[in-house]
Antibody
């Protein structure tokens, strides 16, 4: 059974950093790209970024709203992807999901609240 | 960015009746590999999105066959042949051809 589990969310002050983890099981992690998608309260989903598989060089893409502040990485030996979030703003408050590829499977999400 | 426009945004449906959601993109969604990365997602209240349809018309594993997708280029449709109570939620189309990937505004399906 494919599973993705996010962790690392919480309450953080504006300007601070937070790192989210996405641990996967049930499939060959290294064969797939991993996406991070966020959903602000009462809003639709927003694609934050994507990391390709190592076969494709592990290339990353980011939404303009987070480029230069967020970094996605992966550690295939641990079947885990990461979302490093720096210089957080109140508008980054959302539930953050990781998903396989273009969204074939999703985790349950982890809430990030940016507030003083 | 590619703009994806859904209609209607609200869809009240009687149980057992069909439902249809339209999705239009501001650019062709045909990728360089020949595939069209237009997906449909269902999000039930309090849950993560779940992909129903990938690449326009391919039902994902475990998705009931009352859900079907069609379309090409810039115009796409999700149809539910007979709505059931468990279909209540918000439906999103999403394009995965052009970065950044973008979602439609969502269509809220409710039982009349």
């Amino acid at each position: 059974e494919v599973q993705l589990v996010e962790s690392g969310g919480g309450l953080v002050q504006p300007g601070r950093s937070l790192r989210l983890s996405c641990t996967a099981s049930g499939f060959t992690f290294g064969d797939h790209g991993i996406s991070w998608v966020r959903q602000a309260p009462g809003k639709g989903p927003e694609w934050v970024g994507f990391i390709k598989s190592i076969v494709y060089g592990g290339a990353t893409e980011y939404a303009a709203s987070v480029k230069g502040r967020f970094t996605i990485s992966r550690e295939d030996s641990k079947t885990t992807a990461y979302l490093q979030m720096n210089s957080l703003k109140s508008e980054d408050t959302a539930v953050y999901f990781c998903a396989r590829g273009r969204g074939s499977y999703w985790g349950q999400g982890t809430l990030v609240t940016v507030s003083s | 960015d590619v703009v994806v426009t859904q209609s209607p945004l609200s869809l009240p449906v009687t149980l057992g009746q069909p439902a249809s959601i339209s999705c239009r993109s501001s650019q062709s969604l045909v990728y360089s590999d020949g595939n069209t990365y237009l997906n449909w997602f269902q999000q039930r209240p309090g849950q993560s999105p779940r992909r129903l349809i990938n690449k326009v018309s391919n039902r994902d594993s475990g998705v009931p066959d009352r859900f079907s997708g069609s379309g090409s280029g810039t115009d796409f449709t999700l149809k539910i042949s007979r709505v059931e109570a468990e279909d209540v939620g918000i439906y999103y189309c999403m394009q995965g051809t052009h970065w950044p990937y973008t979602f439609g505004q969502g269509t809220k399906l409710e039982i009349k």
